[in-house]
């Protein structure tokens, strides 16, 4: 636990540069001390704040410890490195094992007389990779009348943050890229009023396995409030594979054959002497145990810890077991796409692609995904059934899962449930069947993106700062986007986003996908979403 602020002094003070007209802005947080910037437009930022100490030697594999104290004043004009990935064959220079840091982006004028709203942001990358890295808050900020703080970090993933043993469990800690995250929501409730951000009102939110954080953040410790955010608001939320700790010991075991540690009385203290760059070095995909022998698309993952997580995200949401706050979750028209192999050429060849990610499919449930999955949409030099897999994948893992949580939210009593379909086409993604792929709304959401999707970024970014800084997308939205319809189980009405900012509507989810998704949601308890 962090230390009181009120106990260690701390404080906000702004310094002018002798002979310079910019804004020096120093920020003491009692164990170091950071000396931000001025960026564009109103905007201040910090880069490369430490939230935890250095998660090597002896704390390595567990929980995120508080940051050691540096008298010292911090630059903080460079971003922190980014943590190691997997799957590797060697050991990336640009990338380091201390790398738990995060940026802080404010508008700059009245910085601690009003408290702002927190946007707090949690990467994608399937918990293998940081797909999103040094995010810019400047357009967001600016977009939302400099009225948000934003925070943006790493955390740890792929082995260093999911390894998950009998012998993690007795002398570690499971799902510490999830605990790297928890330790930011708690810096942010400890700090962030120095920077003009009110801990009171939290939006985390996120992309793909950014969007899964916020849902497993949402019914962590089976829905227990720790006052830690106020709302959500997710892109692409997945619901992947959890495997329980006995599941997931095969990974444990082959990591501990690759590096050498197999022969050591202590596997485990083994690997924490390793050197980072031979696990790295020997740090691969294999396939899961049940599968149909091939690797899935992300190894390293989320485990039932019977702690953080105690069940499948399918089974705490029908049981009312998250968080109840206000939310925003929603997809993109093709979600699986991007992750099929373009070669399926068969029925069964998609089902070995859909086992391989989700070991516990049954037959029957295979024969009845081809029937509401057939292969019908043919693209050139991609396999028969390669886009009848991408559909089925896309709805399975991502798409479906937010309609149901959307669904479920209102269900249990939170009625400023939103959901949303982006459905930015462009014409080389229709013609080689790409179509609207995973979290492409993401440049839109944070100002950054080339066509066709930059002429919405006034339209989504109204919505989203609206919901960040009041709850709900329609306080600020341009005068000439519609209403966004609060999302329930009898009307099913999302915000259907198209090429054309002038043409958004809003829509209601189709019976046939409706039939899809129910028949999904109805297996994903038993294929251990």
């Known amino acids: 636990m962090f230390v009181p602020a009120i106990v260690l002094g701390l404080f906000f003070r702004l310094e002018k540069r002798t002979g310079a007209g910019n804004v020096t802005l120093t920020v003491d947080l009692g164990y170091s001390k950071y000396q931000g910037a001025y960026a564009a437009n109103g905007v201040s930022q910090w880069f490369g704040i430490r939230y935890a100490a250095p998660p090597v030697g002896d704390l390595r ?10 008298d010292t004043v911090q630059i903080a004009d460079t971003h922190g490195p980014s943590c190691h990935f997997s799957p590797s064959a060697s050991s990336n220079p640009n990338h380091s094992e201390d790398c738990l840091f995060l940026d802080v982006y404010a508008p700059t004028q009245n910085m601690t007389a009003i408290l702002h709203p927190v946007f707090v942001y949690f990467q994608g990358g399937g918990f293998n990779s940081l797909s999103n890295q040094n995010l810019d808050g400047n357009s967001l900020i600016s977009a939302g009348d400099h009225d948000i703080v934003i925070v943006t970090f790493n955390y740890r993933v792929g082995v260093q943050g999911f390894l998950t043993s009998q012998e993690v469990k007795a002398n570690g800690d499971l799902n510490v890229g999830l605990l790297d995250q928890r330790k930011v929501l708690e810096w942010i409730q400890q700090y962030i009023h120095l920077f003009g951000g009110n801990p009171k009102h939290v939006t985390i939110g996120g992309d793909s396995a950014g969007g899964a954080s916020v849902d497993l953040h949402l019914s962590a410790y089976g829905g227990r409030d720790d006052g830690l955010f ?166 399975m893992r991502y798409t479906c899962p937010g309609i149901y949580i959307s669904t479920t939210i209102s269900t249990h009593g939170q009625p400023a449930s939103y959901n949303y379909r982006w459905d930015v086409l462009s014409t080389r993604n229709a013609q080689n069947g790409l179509g609207v792929p995973h979290v492409s709304e993401l440049s839109s959401i944070w100002g950054s993106s080339d066509p066709p999707g930059d002429a919405l970024i006034p339209t989504i970014q109204a919505y989203w700062t609206s919901f960040i800084r009041t709850k709900n997308p329609n306080t600020y939205k341009l005068k000439s986007a519609p209403e966004w319809a609060k999302f329930d189980a009898t009307g099913m009405e999302r915000i259907h986003i198209p090429n054309d900012p002038t043409n958004v509507t809003i829509e209601t989810v189709p019976g046939d996908q409706r039939a899809r998704c129910a028949f999904l949601n109805s297996i994903g308890a038993s294929i251990n979403q």
């Open 61 to 70: 594999f567990r929980a995120a410890a508080d940051p050691l104290v540096n």
């Open 230 to 395: 106020h709302a959500a608001a997710a892109e692409s939320q997945s619901f992947g594979a959890l495997l329980t700790v006995n599941e997931a010991q095969y990974q444990y075991d082959g990591l501990v054959q690759r590096v050498g540690c197999s022969n050591d009385t202590d596997t485990l203290q083994c690997l924490r002497n390793t050197d980072i760059a031979v696990i790295s070095k020997n740090n691969i995909n294999i396939p899961t145990p049940g599968g149909a022998g091939g690797n899935p698309i992300f190894m390293w993952s989320p485990v039932i810890d019977e702690t953080f997580i105690v069940d499948y995200t399918y089974n705490l949401y029908s049981q009312g077991k998250f968080v109840k706050v206000p939310s925003i979750f929603g997809d993109d028209t093709n979600e699986g796409t991007i992750w099929t192999p373009s070669s399926l050429n068969s029925s069964t060849a998609m089902d070995n692609f859909l086992k391989n990610q989700f070991v516990n499919l049954t037959q029957t449930d295979l024969e009845q995904i081809n029937s509401y999955y057939p292969a019908v949409q043919q693209f050139p030099g991609k396999g028969a059934f390669w886009r009848a897999a991408a559909n089925a994948y896309g709805e």
